[in-house]
């Protein structure tokens, strides 16, 4: 694990649980480099200093041996325990083992049905709940995708190492054209082609996918082989780093937990509000009175226990509900408090970071300069091998 980059200097970071750094050496390096770089300029002008050191920062850490990953997040809006289990929670872990670029994908958002004056609020909403959550801007790129020119640039480069037939064989493109019969758009189309820009761009080694993504990530994986074999090396190929998680099935117990169906919990939910949300979950429909026993395997309500309860709790709810020991009730009681014992300290954060709305501004604004330093030096090595024209 590489400890903090030394721009924790700066006044505008998070207060965050730092890991101890495993790799003295290179951290004493870069704050040895600081100093002298204070000491050679002389000056005070602190933005320009925290520019250039962030700079030096990013290319320490992505010359360090640490796989890069590459992972974004469409502007939903608030986070949900769907989200936070499929993608957040698994971010926070992979921040301490790998160098992570987390984007905020809202040019994929508008290939959907939005609300333009809606935008800007469901990217600060996001990005406010991602770092409540715990991922830490000293570790990690966190940034919004249109603020980096260069992934739609990469796109339409990509564009021409895309097959038509590849695309149209793509399941998420035939869903989502079904969902939205009425705005069958290019961009729908499109969308991996921009996905894998968006990995390609940054070197993305692995990128963390549930299986219901495994199709993009291969895709990704041919075009930079294609781009390679047409124009020279320039890209890794990207792994699919499967999550551990499975589906997150909705209180509805049908389909995945999803806010456009209204199925899901929001982590900012009150303590009331997790309680009512969680009585209206669908349980085991064979147990229909109080008296009929249940089978837990049929039942998501159990399936929830199994990300937020002890072992403890499970075997308790797993004997209550097959010998009607215990209610739905209670044992929707019991998850709801150990749901809330989770949410509590990221609603703690989410607090603090929603009195200080500047601080998420200032971290995407440093996450938006480090990552155009990475993808410039991408796109400079694109057009040469493209042999477009330069300067
Ligand atoms: S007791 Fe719990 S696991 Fe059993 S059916 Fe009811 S909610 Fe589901």
């Known amino acids: 694990m590489t400890g903090p980059c030394p721009r924790t200097v700066q006044p ?12 003295f050496s290179l951290d004493i390096a870069i704050s040895l480099e600081f100093s002298t770089f204070i000491t050679q300029v002389g000056r005070t002008n602190t933005q320009e200093i925290h520019s250039i050191v962030d700079a030096r920062c990013l290319r320490k850490y ?9 992972s974004g997040i469409q502007p939903s809006g608030e986070l949900h325990l769907g989200n936070y289990l499929g993608a957040i929670r698994n971010w926070v872990e992979l921040q301490n083992e790998f160098f992570c670029f987390f984007c905020i994908v809202d040019y994929h958002a508008i290939t959907q049905d939005y609300t333009p004056k809606e935008m800007r609020g469901r990217v ?7 770092l409540a959550c715990g991922v830490d801007p000293e570790k990690s790129v966190l940034f919004v995708q249109s603020d980096v020119r260069e992934h739609t640039e990469l796109c339409w480069v990509l564009n021409s190492v895309s097959q038509f037939g590849d695309l149209s064989r793509m399941t998420q493109f035939k869903d989502k054209s079904q969902r939205q019969e009425h705005n069958i758009n290019v961009g729908l189309f499109d969308y991996p082609v921009l996905q894998s820009a968006d990995i390609l761009l940054y070197k993305g080694q692995f990128v963390p996918v549930g299986q219901d993504q ?10 930079a082989r294609g781009f390679n074999t ?8 990207p792994e699919a780093k499967l999550t551990s998680t499975p589906k997150i099935i909705g209180l509805d117990g049908k389909a995945k937990m999803s806010k456009s169906i209204g199925n899901t919990i929001p ?15 669908v349980t085991d429909p064979q147990r229909e009175k109080r008296e009929d026993v249940g089978d837990p395997d049929k039942c998501n309500v159990y399936s929830l226990h199994g990300f937020f309860s002890s072992e403890e709790d499970k075997a308790w709810v797993r004997e209550g ?5 215990i209610g739905c009730v209670d044992c929707k009681t019991k998850l709801g408090d150990n749901l809330i014992e989770t949410l509590t300290p990221i609603r703690n954060r989410k607090k603090e970071l929603l009195a200080d709305p500047d601080t998420v501004i200032d971290i995407l604004n440093q996450g938006r300069d480090k990552a155009r330093q990475s993808a410039a030096k991408t796109m400079d090595q694109v057009r040469k091998k493209l042999g477009l024209w330069q300067r």
């Open 62 to 70: 992505t010359q360090s041996p640490m796989k890069t990953v590459f």
């Open 230 to 237: 047409r124009w020279g090396k320039v890209f890794p190929e």
């Open 267 to 281: 982590l900012g939910a009150t303590d009331k509000q997790v309680r009512k949300l969680l009585a209206k979950a």
């Open 124 to 130: 600060l909403d996001m990005a406010t709940d991602i």
């Open 12 to 23: 505008v970071a998070a207060t965050t649980n730092k890991a101890p750094s495993a790799n």
């Open 214 to 223: 495994v199709q993009h990530i291969e895709f990704a994986r041919r075009l």
């Open 321 to 325: 509900c097959t010998t009607a020991g």
